[in-house]
Structures are given as C-alpha cells and as structure tokens.
C-alpha cells in the first residue's frame, strides 16, 4: 500500500522566517495531495491541496511545490508566524478515493 | 468544522471493560470514518462508513467494531479495551476530496 512520510518530526523557526516541511510518498499514481495543521488538542484542519497536473500552487502565506519525479511534497510558510505553531502533515488518497494515507506530522514551533 | 462533534471528549477505563466513542454529524455526509492518532504513527484508519449500515475495515480494525444506524451518528466499540488502545480517536467526514476532523476523543485505558 501506500506510504507517507515526513522528513524532519521537529522544526523550530524564528518569528518572520520562513519555514519549509517535506513530505515523501511512495505511489507514483497518486494524484491529489493534501496538507493539514494540527494545533494542540485540536482535530487537523485542511490547509491547501494540490493535484499532480500541477507543480505549484499558492494560498494565503502557504505555497505547496510538487515534485513528481522524486515523490515528493513540501509545504512553504511564508513569515511564520508564533499561531503558525502546530503539527503539519501530508495526505494522500487511497486509489478508491475512500480513504487517505497520513505521514506522521512536523511540529513545527515558531520562537518569538 | 463541518459539524462534526464527538463524545466523549475524554475518558479513563479499565483494562477489559467495553466503551464505545460517539461521532455525530449534521450535515448528511455520506462517508465517516474512525481514526486513531498515536506518537510516531500519525493517523490511522481504524473503520470507515459509505453509509447507513455499510461499513468496512481500515488499517488497525483489530480489537474495535463500528455501527452505522442513522446518517449522522458512527459508533466505534472496544469490546473490552486494552491498554494499547489508549490513543487519541477522531472522527471525520468526506466533503469531496476533503476530509473534515471532529475535535477528538482522548482515550485512556489503565
């Protein structure tokens, strides 16, 4: 099956710097990939998507880049900012759509 | 949030003893699923639904059971609880590719 999987458990960043989180994949079929944050005692929340026609795609402070020759995802902030503290992890759908495959998550802390 | 709720939120049990987690929902989605989030493992699926009575195993069903008798309500059931299942549980909800979390239910079993 699938597997996902993230680089680095922890990142620290100074306020204002921007921080950058990886994500690894294993299918090469995999066509849509997500990004979520996960404060403390909180459910994940969405953050961006991307599908594989695309390289790059842009939200609010948050770009992902999509690299399909090495399986590879990461997920840019731009001046970080301490709310920006929280776990970040990739998801990528099982073939049936039905069910997603996690990484386990960056935390990410943001130091004043 | 997708109003997604989940009940309870926090609970301490006994080795052995059965307990079921609530997931209730308002918005009529069709798929809801069962997820266990552990140190160094990230989320796992544990049991998912595509609808009322249709249900099917995850990746780490081992131990627990679900039920599905109304749209928005999926029940998940230790049948008697170990202490490998203390775990963090959340429920969510498929909005087109999306999934949407409930707010999680922490789990203790001494």
């Known amino acids: 099956g699938e597997s996902v999987g993230l680089h680095l458990p922890t990142l620290s960043v100074q306020e204002g710097d921007n921080s950058i989180i990886n994500c690894a994949y294993s299918?090469?079929?995999?066509?849509?990939f997500i990004w979520y944050k996960q404060e403390s005692g909180k459910g994940p929340q969405f953050i961006i998507d991307?599908?594989?026609?695309?390289d790059k795609r842009q939200g609010q402070r948050v770009t992902v880049l999509l690299n399909k020759t090495v399986k590879h995802l990461s997920l840019q902030i731009a001046a970080t900012q301490p709310g920006d503290s929280a776990v970040y992890f990739c998801a990528v759908p099982h073939y049936t759509g039905n069910q997603f495959y996690f990484g386990t998550g960056t935390s990410l802390t943001v130091i004043p | 949030d997708a109003g997604i709720t989940q009940s309870p939120r926090h609970k301490v049990t006994e080795t052995g003893t059965p307990v079921t987690l609530r997931c209730h929902q308002t918005?009529?989605?069709?798929?809801m699923y069962w997820y266990r989030q552990d140190p160094g493992h990230g989320l796992r699926l544990i049991h998912y639904?595509?609808?009322?009575?249709?249900?099917d195993k995850g990746e780490v069903s081992d131990g627990y059971s679900v039920s599905r008798s109304k749209t928005e309500d999926f029940l998940l059931t230790l049948e008697s609880a170990t202490s490998s299942q203390t775990s963090v549980y959340f429920c969510?909800?498929?909005?087109?590719?999306?999934?949407?979390f409930g707010p999680g239910t922490r789990l203790t079993v001494l």
């Open positions: 639904s595509y609808g009322v009575k249709d249900t």
């Open positions: 991307i599908r594989s026609n695309m």
């Open positions: 299918n090469s079929a995999s066509d849509y």
């Open positions: 969510a909800i498929s909005q087109g590719n999306e999934q949407f």
């Open positions: 918005e009529n989605h069709r798929y």
